[in-house]
């Protein structure tokens, strides 16, 4: 699996539109970028997935440039319920060790 | 959302005493992992499994030990407890498909070693 880089936490309010940016420089040609949520005492739970452009589902969107270097989680008017901890994962799709970093913790306030 | 069981959902359990953490999934998937995680950290891979009959260990040194003789169901197990295993255990599967598939989790058995 390629690399990712990801802040460590971010803070934002309810309703705000909040972006979440991960780094993988060395993402491969056939590498797939996919976004998980854990909320505490609970397995991670899949958000979005892509390749490459946008890609838009209920819960997210996920921006990817061109290089494909970086990628871009999107989440539109967040609530309190957003606060959670959200992981960027960059691998191939028949990959079978498939490892978590540390993620980002979104602190949404009131 | 995706049928992936973990029981129990806590165990508190004394030193030397051996442990089956159990998981199940009703979908199919060829592939299994165990991650462990201690409260506010990462998730660390621990074991996986792309079918029945084959095992792997993951990036994390574990002293636990995994089977997968039936495709539904992955235990994972502790023979002897120690206080060093408290932690909380997350099962996981995905299909094995050329589109790829996401990681369903379970709820976690979290495992208290006294």
């Known amino acids: 699996l390629a690399k990712t880089t990801q802040p460590i936490s971010m803070d934002s309010y309810e309703g705000q539109e909040v972006n979440i940016t991960c780094s993988h420089n060395n993402i491969a040609t056939n590498d797939y970028i996919t976004w998980y949520q854990q909320f505490p005492s609970q397995g991670p739970r899949f958000i979005i997935q892509?390749?490459?452009t946008k890609v838009t589902n209920e819960v997210a969107s996920l921006f990817i440039p061109a290089d494909r270097k970086s990628s871009t989680l999107s989440l539109p008017r967040v609530s309190l319920s957003d606060t959670a901890v959200y992981y960027c994962?960059?691998?191939?799709?028949?990959?079978?060790?498939?490892?978590f970093g540390k993620g980002t913790r979104l602190h949404i306030l009131p | 959302e995706a049928d992936i069981y973990q029981t129990p959902r806590y165990l508190v359990i004394g030193t030397g005493k051996k442990i089956t953490l159990e998981c199940s999934q009703t979908m199919g998937h060829d592939k299994m992992y165990w991650y462990q995680q201690d409260p506010g950290m990462e998730l660390h891979l621990i074991h996986y499994?792309?079918?029945?009959?084959?095992?792997e260990k993951g990036d994390l040194s574990s002293e636990s030990t995994v089977s997968r003789i039936r495709t539904e169901h992955f235990p994972l197990t502790l023979e002897s407890a120690r206080p060093s295993h408290t932690s909380q255990y997350l099962c996981?599967?995905?299909?094995?498909?050329?589109?790829?598939?996401?990681?369903?989790f379970g709820n976690g058995t979290r495992l208290t070693v006294t």
């Open positions: 994962l960059v691998g191939a799709i028949r990959d079978d060790k498939i490892i």
């Open positions: 996981a599967s995905s299909e094995r498909t050329a589109m790829g598939s996401p990681l369903h």
């Open positions: 892509g390749y490459k």
């Open positions: 499994s792309y079918g029945v009959n084959s095992t």
